[in-house]
């Protein structure tokens, strides 16, 4: 059973902490009589770019990472190839030497009257005939085989194939995507449903989860949304943030949540929020905010 979080709201309570552990904080009005702290707007605001910039990255070095994979993939293809096509030829090579020195040597024995050395010599020629007819061929079928290759159109993967070779999908994912091909098929779904995907973390759902698919049905039309369930699991949601910013209430003017809520730094976010010169309240008022903007306009970030 994971330990709950105590939720702190200053930084200096915060900053007791040490780095390498998670914390919860809490973000709301203020206390009546205290002033807001100078320049949080700025860093909140430095925050959210900071953790745009970071989801770009992340999806720039995944999308390097499988470009890399596809190149990899290719050149061992290639090289393989490469090696066959040497191996015919020079296998060809090696039979047209043989047929060469064995005709020499049928010259010599026949001018030195050597009936058997000639008969050795013609045996010798007959066979190194044969293998070169043997690669001559090989080597014919070979190119014949790569031109086609080239030429011909690459097959079409049947998506539910694609689904079940996916190794990063887990089996419920593979389940769920196989009911609604459609967002893989349909560019403006499939960038929704990245949308989808990184909301239902930012509302603290785990992955694969019922909470999880539940929040995907919703976001993509295929269920009306509606308050938990009672009963329901809300455990996976500790790891994270305590409730999902679309159920937050917002200011008219700035679009910031103005009702209490709770955001989990982990230690990653809080060394992060370091290196920045950001305290954990305005990072977390930074994630929350992104996880807002990213709601509010989804293309913008599916785009990334």
Do not use: C
């Not at 999902?244 to 009702?259: H, I, K, L, N, Q």
Request: proline share 5%.
């Amino acid at each position: 059973m994971s330990t709950r979080l105590k939720p702190f709201r200053k930084d200096e309570e915060l900053a007791a902490i040490p780095v390498d552990q998670p914390v919860l904080v809490e973000l709301g009005p203020e206390p009546s009589g205290t002033e807001p702290e100078k320049g949080a707007d700025r860093d909140t605001d430095q925050g959210v770019k900071t953790l745009e910039e970071q989801l770009a990255a992340s999806k720039e070095a995944e999308r390097r990472a499988d470009e890399g994979r596809r190149d990899a993939e290719r050149r061992a293809t290639e090289a393989t190839a490469e090696a066959e096509k040497e191996l015919l030829s020079n296998s060809l090579a090696g039979a047209q030497s043989e047929e060469a020195a064995a005709k020499e040597a049928f010259k010599k024995a026949f001018e030195a009257g050597d009936s058997d050395a000639m008969a050795d010599a013609q045996s010798k020629i007959g066979r190194a005939a044969a293998r070169i007819l043997q690669f001559e061929g090989a080597v014919a079928q070979f190119e014949e085989e790569a031109k086609a290759e080239k030429d011909r159109p690459k097959p079409q993967v049947d998506i539910v194939t694609a689904i079940d070779r996916d190794p990063k999908l887990m089996a419920p994912e593979r389940d769920w995507l196989k009911a609604h091909t459609e967002t893989l098929t349909d560019t403006r779904l499939n960038r929704k449903l990245g949308v989808a995907y990184d909301e239902a973390l930012a509302a603290g759902h785990k992955r694969g989860s019922d909470g999880y698919f539940k929040f995907l049905d919703q976001f993509m039309g295929y269920a009306k949304a509606s308050d938990d369930e009672p009963g329901e699991d809300n455990s996976e949601r500790a790891s994270h943030m305590s409730a999902p910013v679309s159920r937050e209430a917002t200011s008219s003017t700035s679009g910031r949540p103005t009702s209490p809520t709770r955001v989990t730094l982990t230690p990653d976010e809080r060394e992060m929020a370091r290196s920045m010169g950001v305290s954990d309240v305005n990072y977390a008022k930074g994630k929350l905010q992104l996880a807002a903007n990213r709601k509010s306009d989804p293309e913008k970030f599916a785009a990334r």
